[in-house]
């Protein structure tokens, strides 16, 4: 069975700083893996996705996020964090063994930016 | 950009009466789902549907709720008699080839 595991309930780092949010699955076979931003009382915003290639991806917003098989991780990653950053992230992954389509999510980050 | 559209923004309905959230995917995409969110928390998939059938459902998704694609553009999530504990913001998505998951923006659910 797949899953995803978001360590971090909260994260919080000073504007400007570097920005790290944590994922790791679990899946039996190669996974697809996502990463999604909710602003407060909106939708789920789609940032980068990793399906095969370069294991470094890059996405919207300044966001990249690297792909690690060995340690099963998907982190996101922001070289210069804004206060605008602030929101609920969301790692996502479809195990693609399966044949299954859908996406399981993690509980999500809280990701506040500190002026 | 295409959007997947929601209506409507917000539902608060009457414990045990029935509602019908509906969902315009995107047009060239074959893949539709629901998935939900208890206020702040995880999103947890219900149900996908492809090729006019069912295709995966969780074990949220019991015999109270149920999915339709009742014309070639609007995707609903019907709930039979709402409980208390169905109030969560509900988000539709779709996909097409490229892997593309898009959301979205939600209705929010209150029953009452």
Same mark, same amino acid.
């Given at each position: 069975?797949?899953?995803? @595991?978001?360590?971090?309930?909260?994260? =919080?780092?000073?504007?400007? =700083?570097?920005?790290?949010?944590?994922?790791?699955?679990?899946?039996?076979?190669?996974?697809?893996?996502?990463?999604?931003?909710?602003?407060?009382?909106?939708?789920?915003?789609?940032?980068?996705?990793?399906?095969?290639?370069?294991?470094?991806?890059?996405?919207?917003?300044?966001?990249? @996020?690297?792909? =690690?098989?060995?340690?099963?991780?998907?982190?996101?990653?922001?070289?210069?964090?804004?206060?605008?950053?602030? @929101?609920?992230?969301?790692?996502?992954?479809?195990?693609?063994?399966?044949?299954? =389509?859908?996406?399981?999510?993690?509980?999500?980050?809280?990701?506040?930016?500190?002026? | 950009?295409?959007?997947?559209?929601?209506?409507?923004?917000?539902?608060?309905?009457?414990?045990?009466?029935?509602?019908?959230?509906?969902?315009?995917?995107?047009?060239?995409?074959?893949?539709?789902?629901?998935?939900?969110?208890?206020?702040?928390?995880?999103?947890?998939?219900?149900?996908?549907?492809?090729?006019?059938?069912?295709?995966?459902?969780?074990?949220?998704?019991?015999?109270?709720?149920?999915?339709?694609?009742?014309?070639?553009?609007?995707?609903?999530?019907?709930?039979?008699?709402?409980?208390?504990?169905?109030?969560?913001?509900?988000?539709?998505?779709?996909?097409?080839?490229?892997?593309?998951?898009?959301?979205?923006?939600?209705?929010?659910?209150?029953?009452?």
């Amino acid at each position: 069975a797949q899953s995803v @595991a978001q360590p971090e309930d909260q994260v =919080n780092v000073a504007e400007g =700083n570097p920005l790290t949010v944590k994922c790791t699955y679990s899946v039996s076979g190669n996974p697809y893996l996502f990463w999604y931003v909710q602003y407060p009382n909106r939708g789920l915003q789609f940032l980068l996705k990793y399906i095969t290639g370069d294991n470094l991806v890059k996405g919207s917003y300044g966001f990249e @996020a690297e792909f =690690n098989k060995s340690q099963t991780s998907f982190h996101l990653k922001k070289p210069s964090a804004l206060v605008s950053d602030s @929101a609920l992230y969301f790692c996502a992954v479809r195990d693609i063994r399966t044949g299954a =389509n859908n996406l399981f999510f993690g509980t999500g980050t809280r990701l506040t930016v500190i002026p | 950009e295409p959007e997947v559209t929601q209506t409507p923004s917000h539902q608060v309905t009457q414990m045990g009466q029935e509602v019908i959230l509906r969902c315009v995917p995107i047009s060239n995409h074959l893949y539709f789902y629901w998935y939900r969110q208890i206020l702040g928390q995880k999103v947890e998939f219900l149900v996908s549907f492809y090729n006019n059938e069912i295709s995966e459902k969780s074990e949220i998704f019991d015999d109270q709720f149920s999915v339709e694609r009742p014309d070639g553009s609007n995707f609903t999530l019907k709930i039979r008699s709402t409980k208390l504990e169905d109030s969560a913001m509900y988000f539709c998505a779709s996909s097409g080839q490229n892997y593309g998951y898009t959301f979205g923006s939600g209705t929010r659910l209150t029953v009452v």
